[in-house]
């Protein structure tokens, strides 16, 4: 018989009362805000900084993501599962998925297999309207913008050709990623280049997921940078005034939402940035209200751990004040083996000496992760096609570096087979043997900062400026904006910025194109090559196969 798909069982999943799942956290029922049956609003004044600082968080990360996929939030809720099933009272916190990859080439983000968060079809559609209330305050601005550019009485004087802020829309589109606005007379506008990005680059859902209560959100949005005047004076967002109509748009959807997994067991979601271009990782609040409500917390960073582990350390924890107990690298052995240099179209096939060679890709995420001070556990996500010589292979290579690996067969068993990987985690955590710091002190220059990435995680062998990039550098100190992070922008799919060069190259340097302004979210962004922030849709669709019959039966997600 086959494996029944994602959608298959999260249909037959039987989902309790929104309010059962908050009462097993000790939430009163009155404070619960409904958006239905199986899903709900948490209200901020139920996080206590006490108990934040008491709970232990858990970071699920992985090696260099491969074309077949690693399995991260499966990963991640299989673990809270089988913590649960030990015993311990544990929630697992993650982002929300966007509609462009579920329509494009994902098809779903909410798990998978028998470890998966519920109502599925409802979180990976429009959920609860966070994505779309942070797509209209992104707008609003757009529109303020322009607005004023029109004006003859409020004009600001602003130079149309510095504009750096775009619309935005959750959708894959490439047609609208460059446009021309403002045509069809003066009654429309000013013309002048635009475009969209997707809703999860957009600075508004970094904010949004980095913002530790409402006012630190309108001040985050007030300090949006958009470009400068003809004088060449900065125009933030609160030059418009648009902090306080942003921050009433996003009034509810700055709270974090409340869905249970498969068996029942407490999941928070919320916020969705990208991790190639923004932090990755869900919102400061949610994972606060997790740790003010459990007293464990799963959590996972987007993409490799050179990306969203970084990002999350240096960007989230610091921001926060979170201090991580222990990390999860997870690793299966079709990406070791393509790594290795096995073709992606033979990655199901053993290959042993091939993921001997992959292996390193592993070990240099496993190096980074304790840079930081904290301990790593590595999950061998489990597929059908391993071998068990390949498995201990890993877990032999593990060994050696001073780190226990583990099968996790969460998709396959949900918590029942990820026991064994929560043992390992809680060992590591009763240890207490992470000791988190960050990688740099937001005092360093720019430079020095994005070099210690450089050199530190990537293992480049330094850094090359652009002229663009200089100039970049130089508005930036100019700005007073020499003490925030860095939020590195590069190819997800290498340590360097060359897709091409897989497992852990060597001998290669870094090259910044430019470097963007995010002064709301607190961080810079340098670009490392080409990185889309308006997917294409490819050539055939998710959106193909799905459907909904009569009876309001959904088809075709996964």
């Known amino acids: 018989m086959a494996f029944p798909s994602d959608l298959e069982i999260a249909q037959k999943a039987t989902l309790l009362p929104i309010f059962t799942i908050a009462e097993r956290l000790g939430v009163d029922p009155e404070v619960v805000e409904p958006y239905g049956r199986t899903k709900a609003k948490l209200p901020l004044t139920l996080i206590d900084q006490k108990k934040v600082a008491k709970s232990k968080l858990i970071l699920v990360t992985a090696v260099s993501p491969t074309p077949a996929g690693e399995g991260k939030t499966t990963t991640s809720i299989g673990l809270s599962e089988g913590l649960n099933k030990l015993g311990k009272k544990t929630v697992v916190v993650l982002r929300e998925p966007s509609l462009g990859p579920v329509f494009g080439m994902k098809g779903g983000a909410a798990g998978g297999g028998y470890a998966q968060v519920v109502p599925m079809e409802d979180i990976n559609l429009h959920f609860t309207g966070d994505f779309s209330a942070i797509e209209k305050a992104n707008n609003l601005l757009s529109a303020l913008l322009d607005n004023n550019i029109q004006s003859r009485t409020h004009n600001l004087g602003i130079d149309p050709r510095t504009i750096k802020w775009k619309r935005v829309m959750d959708m894959n589109d490439r047609s609208l990623r460059d446009i021309t606005i403002g045509l069809g007379g003066t009654g429309n506008g000013i013309p002048r280049q635009d475009g969209f990005n997707i809703t999860p680059a957009s600075e508004v859902m970094a904010i949004l997921c980095l ?169 061998i996500n489990h597929f059908p096609t391993d071998t068990e010589e390949e498995i201990e292979m890993i877990k032999a290579y593990c060994k050696n570096l001073g780190v226990e690996a583990v099968l996790a067969q969460g998709f396959a068993k949900g918590g029942a087979g990820m026991t064994d990987l929560a043992e390992a985690v809680l060992r590591v955590v009763e240890s207490n043997a992470s000791d988190f710091k960050p990688l740099y002190d937001l005092a360093l220059p720019i430079k020095a900062k994005i070099e210690r990435i450089a050199k530190e995680v990537y293992r480049a062998d330094g850094v090359d400026y652009t002229g663009e990039a200089e100039l970049a550098l130089r508005r930036i100190t100019k700005l007073g904006l020499d003490g925030v992070s860095i939020c590195m922008a590069k190819t997800q799919y290498s340590f360097s910025d060359d897709k091409s060069l897989r497992a852990a190259p060597t001998g290669f340097r870094i090259i910044v194109r430019d470097i963007e302004i995010a002064a709301g979210a607190g961080f810079v962004v340098p670009i490392c090559g080409e990185i889309m922030r308006m997917p294409g849709l490819p050539a055939v669709p998710a959106a193909e196969g799905m459907d909904i019959d009569a009876n309001g039966v959904i088809s075709g997600l996964s």
């Open 211 to 379: 913002a530790t209560d409402f006012e630190d959100l309108k001040k985050r949005l007030g300090d949006i940078y958009i470009g400068q005047t003809f004088d060449r004076a900065p125009i933030y967002a609160r030059d418009l005034k648009a902090q306080g109509a942003m921050a009433l748009l996003l009034k509810d959807a700055i709270k974090p939402n409340l869905v249970q997994t498969l068996e029942n067991n407490p999941a928070i979601l919320h916020g969705g940035p990208f991790a190639n271009i923004a932090q990755g990782v869900n919102s400061v609040l949610a994972t606060q209200m997790g740790l003010s409500l459990g007293d464990y917390v799963v959590t996972e960073a987007g993409f490799g751990a050179d990306l969203g582990a970084e990002k999350f350390f240096d960007i989230k924890c610091r921001a926060a004040g979170l201090k991580p107990s222990a990390a999860v690298i997870v690793a299966t052995v079709r990406a070791m083996r393509y790594h290795g240099g096995v073709d992606v179209k033979e990655v199901n096939s053993a290959a042993p000496d091939k993921l001997k060679a992959g292996l390193a890709n592993l070990g240099r995420h496993i190096e980074n992760i304790g840079k930081f001070g904290v301990k790593a556990v590595v999950a």
